[in-house]
């Protein structure tokens, strides 16, 4: 968590973004409040007992797993325009919902997310990030 608080302070995102629970829970058990949280209620596809992050605005979309819906798409650009600490709960699954997340948040933002058995990943949402990940979803589309 030193090295992240580290990143924040060095950074100063326009916006803190988190996609999971473990990294959210992890994240706010240690005062740094991301502005809009994603999570789905499971770590590890296991359910788990809801974390106690809390926020302002509270939304609640359909995502299977392995899709990005639009509900989910539209509740996350709504989220980054909030300037309200915003929480999507995800029924489904949130993961694809990190690609949406960097694309639709502010430029200099942090989107953070988990990668099991590994730790804790941040991706700096800029044009190069954002071109990157555009180009990613135009290929899943062609799938």
Do not use: C
Not at 2 to 20: D, F, L, Q, S, Y
Request: aromatic content about 2%; cysteine-free; glycine content about 4%.
């Amino acid at each position: 968590m030193t090295m992240i608080r580290a990143m924040v302070e060095k950074e100063k995102p326009t916006k803190i973004i988190t996609v999971g629970d473990r990294v959210t829970q992890d994240l706010t058990s240690n005062q740094l409040f991301p502005d809009v949280l994603i999570i789905d209620n499971r770590v590890m596809r296991k359910e788990i007992t809801p974390i106690s992050a809390t926020a302002e605005n509270n939304m609640n979309v359909q995502n299977p797993p392995g899709t990005i819906t639009d509900e989910a798409w539209q509740a996350i650009e709504t989220a980054m325009r909030e300037s309200k600490r915003t929480k999507i709960t995800v029924d489904g699954e949130e993961d694809l919902l990190t690609l949406v997340a960097v694309l639709a948040a502010p430029e200099n933002s942090l989107v953070f997310y988990g990668q099991p058995h590994e730790g804790i990943v941040a991706v700096k949402a800029n044009v190069e990030t954002k071109q990157k990940i555009q180009n990613m979803i135009e290929e899943m589309k062609k799938t």
